[in-house]
């Protein structure tokens, strides 16, 4: 388990290639929600979401052979996008492999990052081509199941804990599992008091199935939000999780989008459906706490383009 020690060590490790990400109250999402909302913007991070994190604080780990092999990630967008920039940033040659289902500017941006992309028909082909990469010698730079990029992510959560007022409920987004593990290991050992409530959207239910089953297993992909679209948590994330969370709600895709539009609407911020998916559940958050709560919203990333909004609204009749 990571505990505070590891991510004070990360978050000193890191702190020179990061953005200490603004933590403020939002007036109109609390109108909005009808309870006292403060937001945590990680969308203004490095790379437009909190995975720089965990790549830099893995990264900076790299011994000098690791660092001349070069280093190799499977990504549904934003992993992919943080590697290839903090790569190049320190100098390490990043190979990013990605399923088609990846948005294309997710793409274009680690190859113009400097990454060598390779594009596979699916998640699982992704990550079949890894495993042969890293029998190459290639250093492989999970998206969650590494304990380095956990603590990484945890600095969120350090951050949130020291910069929040005061908070009864943090809701975090989980794909892999890799933010939520470490936003509550920090919140835990920082704000022991605080409910953390996970969100995932249907067809992306990797830790939902988890714990139901008691442990990870192999889940079918449908929903349209990749950033979230892990085939499976590691078991590494499922403990945390299973130990440190209230519980993991799962929304609709259409539910996700929709607060995409509320986050611009209401709080001025530009985020992707893994962030939108927030809104929905904070709705249920505060059906099933009553009165008295005050939400603290982890806006993971901002790397939707205004076409893919306008395409996933229209779909569901949003616009």
């Not at 893995?58 to 992919?80: D, I, M, P, Q």
């Not at 449908?222 to 130990?243: E, F, G, K, N, R």
């Not at 993971?300 to 609204?313: F, S």
């Amino acid at each position: 388990m990571i505990g505070i020690s590891d991510i004070e060590a990360a978050a000193e490790r890191i702190a020179a290639h990061m953005i200490r990400t603004p933590t403020v109250p939002s007036p109109g999402l609390s109108a909005l929600l009808g309870a006292p909302v403060t937001a945590k913007l990680e969308l203004l991070q490095r790379t437009g979401s909190f995975k720089a994190r965990g790549a830099t604080a893995k990264l900076l780990s790299l011994t000098r052979a690791e660092r001349a092999a070069g280093v190799v990630a499977v990504s549904g967008g934003n992993h992919g996008i943080a590697l290839a920039v903090m790569a190049a940033a320190l100098d390490v040659k990043a190979t990013v492999v990605m399923p088609r289902s990846a948005p294309a500017h997710a793409v274009e941006i680690a190859r113009d990052a400097g990454a060598s992309v390779r594009v596979t028909d699916d998640i699982d082909g992704a990550f079949s081509l890894v495993t042969r990469l890293r029998e190459e010698g290639l250093t492989l730079v999970h998206p969650f199941d590494d304990p380095l990029v956990i603590a990484g992510q945890g600095t969120v959560g350090l951050e949130f804990a020291e910069d929040a007022g005061d908070l009864t409920d943090v809701l975090v987004s989980i794909g892999g599992g890799g933010l939520i593990a470490g936003v509550a290991a920090a919140l835990r050992a920082r704000r022991p008091d605080v409910r953390i409530w996970g969100v995932e959207t249907e067809g992306a239910q990797a830790m939902s199935e988890a714990l139901a089953a008691g442990g990870p297993v192999p889940v079918a992909l449908s929903s349209i939000v990749s950033t979230l679209s892990a085939p499976s948590v590691s078991q590494l994330t499922y403990d945390h999780v299973s130990a440190l969370v209230d519980e993991v709600l799962v929304v609709t895709d259409r539910e996700a989008v929709r607060g995409s539009l509320q986050l611009a609407d209401h709080a001025k911020v530009w985020a992707e459906p893994a962030a939108g998916c927030l809104l929905p559940a904070a709705r249920r958050v505060l059906h099933q706490v009553g009165d008295g709560a005050r939400l603290g919203l982890v806006v993971c990333g901002g790397n939707a383009t205004t076409g893919d909004v306008k395409t996933w609204a229209e779909r569901f009749e949003l616009l």
